[in-house]
């Protein structure tokens, strides 16, 4: 009756479209007034207690840091360098957008973040080559999804805390992934306009104007040499990497492009703050609900009952793998990190899989929800910029869920594209 109450009050709750940090917390609280485990105090306990922690400072901090380089200039000279490497071709504006979410990627750490920041450029400037506002919707939508694959990532931080993994090497580890998902979501990209017939730019590929755009794009670029290099150099922590990485946005913005200004701050930290309180709410919120099933043993209860349905390792990663693609299209991705890797993860090691293998599986199934709906949060910042429908989007976004499907079965079944870059370190 315990399971009953808690699972069913949040999903009657998620139903009624109460934001998740809320339900989480209304859900754990009727489940702790009717059962009687443990005091109503518990909860705000849990609230306070769970974010009392030093590596999820860095989270507020990522935010902040992406905020400030999305103002600061840093997009449009993203674009302009891949826009020189491959603007030319056939789709070439479409993949140098994916480029672009990638370059992001690495500064944000956030999906929608990285959608607000190039879609906004790139939406209508995809419009203007010729390329139809769905398709041009769905490719920054999709892409989006890479900002939590590459690092830094706010997803890999709240795994890290919660499965006591190294959020450095979580970071390391979801660069290979990155890459082969981004790859895939350029094939479609191609064989998309080269059916449409979507050609290039008229201007020649030449060394100097990617020269050019390379040296305009230069302070973006050194900032996940900055932040990688450091954490991996010994020099500082994750959560020191984001506070470095506010201090460089800043002087790149105000001092280098100069295209933030000083009055433009408050409205910069007040967005930032209202993101990070909402991220916040559903890690406190989360820890409680995920802390509670641990008192009842409900993990162990799932784990046994899952161990048991089968005993072939190949079936029970992919109902795992199935299980986390369908919670992805109902649930926050750092609320479902951190209530089902209490529950996943036991599972997960007891069939041979690397704990910082199995969270990169996680954090890829889980970014693919973000262009699911109906919670595919990608979606509806896209949504916002072009102004079609979440219909629309989401019958134009299919085959780029596709391929990212089939790069997260390769992510499941080939270790080595996530511990190779790791086992170089040791």
Known sequence: MTVTILFGSL??????????????????????????????????????????????????????????????????????FANALVGSKTGGFAI??????????????????????????????????????????????????????????????IYGVTGGASV???????????????????????????????KGTLEKITLSHIGKT???????MVIPVIILGGIY?????????????????????????????????PKVIADSSLTTATVLIIVGTANAFGKFLTIEQIPNQIADWM??????????????????????CFMDTIAAIIILTPILLPIAISIGYDPIHFGIIMVVALAIGFITPPLGVNLFVSSGISGLSIEVISKAVLPFFIAMVFSLIMVVFIPDLSTWLISLNE
Not at 214 to 220: G, L, Q, S, T, Y
Request: charged share 10%; with cysteine; glycine share 10%.
């Open 214 to 220: 390379f040296w305009d794009a230069k302070w973006a």
């Open 96 to 157: 140098a957008t994916i480029i672009t979410c990638m370059f992001f990627a690495a500064i944000s750490g956030s999906g929608p973040a990285t959608v607000a920041a190039i879609g906004a450029i790139m939406i209508p400037a995809m419009v203007r080559q010729g390329y139809d506002k769905a398709f041009a919707t769905a490719t920054v939508a999709a892409a989006g999804s890479i900002g939590v694959i590459i690092p830094p990532s706010i997803p890999m931080v």
């Open 233 to 265: 150099g010994g020099k500082f922590t994750p959560t020191e990497a984001a506070v470095i990485a506010v201090f460089y946005g800043l002087a790149v913005g105000l001092f280098l492009h100069r295209e933030l200004k000083v009055r433009d701050l």
């Open 11 to 80: 999903a009657l709750l998620l139903l009624l479209s109460v934001p998740i940090g809320i339900a989480l917390g209304i859900s754990t609280l009727l489940t702790i007034i009717y059962a009687e485990s443990v005091p109503i105090s518990f909860l705000m306990t849990e609230l306070v207690t769970s974010l009392d922690s030093f590596p999820i400072m860095a989270v507020p901090f990522f935010i902040l840091a992406g905020e400030i380089m999305g103002k600061g200039g840093i997009s449009e000279r993203l674009f302009n």
């Open 307 to 328: 161990l048991n349905l089968t005993e072939n390792h190949i079936i029970l990663i992919l109902l795992i793998t199935v299980l986390l693609l369908l919670v992805g």
């Open 168 to 198: 450095g090497d979580m970071f390391i580890a979801g660069i290979i992934p990155g890459l082969i998902v981004s790859f895939g979501l350029m094939v479609w990209a191609y064989l998309y306009s080269r059916k449409k017939g979507y």
